[in-house]
C-alpha cells in the first residue's frame, strides 16, 4: 500500500540554523499539508499546498516558513533560522483531489533545535 | 473557532476486551468530518474510522465502531476484542466540510495500552 514517507526521521540543529525536512507524498495525491506536534501538545495545522501555491496557512506559519515542491515528487518545508521553539515533531500529509476530507500521514520527522 | 477535546491521556484495556475512546468537540457548523487516527509508537498515524456529520449511521470498520452524537457533539470510538496490536496513541480530529479548507483539528490524544 503506497505510503507518506518523511525524511529525516530525526534532525538535530543549532538555533538560528536553516533546516529543511523532506516529505515524499503518495504519488497520484495533488494536496499537500504540513502539520506540527510539540512533545505533549496537540498536533497543529502548519500550511496546506496545492496546485503549487500554499491554500490555508496558520498563524504559525510565520516568514520563518516555507514549503515548495521541488521535483514534482518531493515536497519540503524549510524553516529558515530555527529557534528553540522548533523543537518537535513534523508530520507530512497527502490527500487526493477527489477525497480531500482523508489525508495520510507520513512518520514524521523530530526535529531537535539546541 | 473549532475544538477538540480528548479527556483521556491514557486508557488501558485487557486483551480480548472492549475498551471506549472518548473525543468531544465543538463548532458552530452543520457539515463536517470526524476521524480517529491510530499511531503506533514510530510509525506514521493511520486511519481507523471516519464519520460525516451528515450521516446518522455510526461508522463502523471491523472491530472499530464509533459513536456519534451530534448533539452532543460527542465522537467516540470503540474497540472490541483489542489485540495486543492495537496499543498505541489514538488521535481524535476534525475537519470542516468548508471547501475552502482542509485542515485537521486535532485533539491530544489517548494512549492506549492493552495488557496481555
Known amino acids: 500500500e503506497p505510503e507518506v514517507t518523511q525524511t529525516p526521521s530525526h534532525q538535530v540543529t543549532q538555533m538560528g540554523q536553516e533546516v529543511i525536512l523532506r516529505c515524499v507524498p503518495i504519488?497520484?495525491?495533488?494536496?499537500f499539508y504540513w502539520y506540527r506536534q510539540i512533545l505533549g501538545q496537540k498536533v497543529e495545522f502548519l500550511v496546506s499546498?496545492?496546485?503549487?501555491?500554499?491554500?490555508?496557512k496558520s498563524e504559525i506559519f510565520d516568514d520563518q516558513f516555507s514549503v515548495e515542491r521541488p521535483d514534482g515528487s518531493n515536497f519540503t518545508l524549510k524553516i529558515r533560522s530555527t529557534k528553540l521553539e522548533d523543537s518537535a515533531m513534523y508530520f507530512c500529509?497527502?490527500?487526493?483531489?477527489?477525497?480531500?476530507?482523508?489525508?495520510?500521514f507520513g512518520p514524521g520527522t523530530r526535529l531537535t533545535v539546541l | 473557532a473549532q475544538t477538540v477535546t480528548q479527556s483521556q491521556p491514557e486508557m488501558s484495556v485487557q486483551e480480548a476486551e472492549t475498551v471506549t475512546l472518548s473525543c468531544t468537540y465543538d463548532t458552530s457548523e452543520s457539515d463536517y468530518y470526524l476521524f480517529w487516527y491510530k499511531q503506533p509508537p514510530s510509525r506514521q498515524m493511520i486511519l481507523v474510522i471516519r464519520?460525516?456529520?451528515?450521516?446518522?449511521q455510526n461508522a463502523t470498520e471491523n472491530r472499530f465502531s464509533v459513536n456519534f452524537q451530534k448533539a452532543a457533539k460527542s465522537f467516540s470510538l470503540k474497540i472490541s476484542d483489542s489485540q495486543l496490536g492495537d496499543a498505541a496513541m489514538y488521535f481524535c480530529a476534525y475537519r470542516s466540510a468548508d471547501s475552502g479548507t482542509y485542515k485537521y483539528i486535532f485533539g491530544t490524544g489517548t494512549r492506549l495500552k492493552v495488557l496481555a
Open positions: 499546498f496545492y496546485n503549487n501555491e500554499i491554500s490555508e
Open positions: 504519488s497520484n495525491h495533488l494536496y
Open positions: 464519520q460525516e456529520a451528515y450521516k446518522q
Open positions: 500529509a497527502s490527500s487526493e483531489i477527489g477525497a480531500a476530507d482523508t489525508q495520510y
